[in-house]
């Protein structure tokens, strides 16, 4: 059985991600937040270390989607 625990994310920020997510694949908040983090994670040690200018770039793509302000 897989431990979980919990993240918290402002509501207008979970009211967007819902709107966002309707009509893909992801079922909630929390299957594409598990997503966006194992990309983040698979690239990281895929690359031994993100880099400031790496983790500049997803942060940007992630507010480019409106997941971060």
Known sequence: MTDY???SIPKDLADRVEETIEGTS?????DLVRFLLRSIV???QREGQ???AQFA???E???DLGYLE
């Open 42 to 44: 698979i690239e990281h």
């Open 26 to 30: 992801f079922s909630s908040t929390s």
């Open 50 to 52: 993100l880099t400031e």
């Open 5 to 7: 625990t919990t993240v």
């Open 61 to 63: 793509q992630l507010q």
């Open 57 to 59: 770039e997803i942060a």
